[in-house]
């Protein structure tokens, strides 16, 4: 079974979060963080658009709306894909709309732009598992 993510993370994103009605879901997540989960239908309805390389979502019109989501503090936009081991892990950090982080590719890029956002491991594995992100293994299952 694969484990597919493409989100959105930062700290009380609902009280900045501005998106197409019905669209957006907010997961709570451990430590104030939340998620936004980029689902097919959040991605159409910001424009959609061809995603830049090394993302399956992170089009010029989703980054333009993570970019206003970090005008109140930084956010991180992740992708991870893997199946049988094997995959991919790529995040980009955003603050004040511009980029803070420039794009990392790599096995654990999510938890360096996790890190950057504040997040600690504690007791936990890394910060990919104390915020709770293997719950779901599909983006679509975080609705």
């Not at 959105?8 to 430590?31: M, N, Q, T, W, Y």
């Not at 399956?56 to 992740?78: D, H, M, N, T």
């Not at 004040?96 to 600690?120: E, K």
Request: proline residues 6%; hydrophobic residues 40%.
């Amino acid at each position: 079974m694969g484990y597919y993510l493409q989100a959105a993370i930062g700290k009380r994103i609902d009280e900045r979060i501005s998106a197409p009605d019905g669209h957006v879901r907010i997961v709570s997540l451990s430590d104030e963080f939340s998620l936004v989960p980029i689902t097919d239908e959040l991605f159409d309805a910001l424009g959609g658009g061809v995603p830049g390389p090394h993302f399956e979502k992170l089009s010029p019109a989703v980054e333009q709306w993570v970019k206003e989501l970090s005008r109140f503090g930084p956010i991180a936009y992740v992708e991870a894909e893997f199946s049988g081991g094997v995959g991919s892990q790529s995040a980009v950090v955003y603050d004040s709309g511009a980029v803070i982080v420039h794009p990392i590719h790599s096995t654990d890029a999510i938890n360096q732009a996790l890190r950057h956002l504040g997040a600690s491991k504690g007791d936990a594995t890394d910060e990919f598992e104390a915020l709770g992100l293997p719950m779901h293994r599909n983006t679509r299952d975080w609705r």
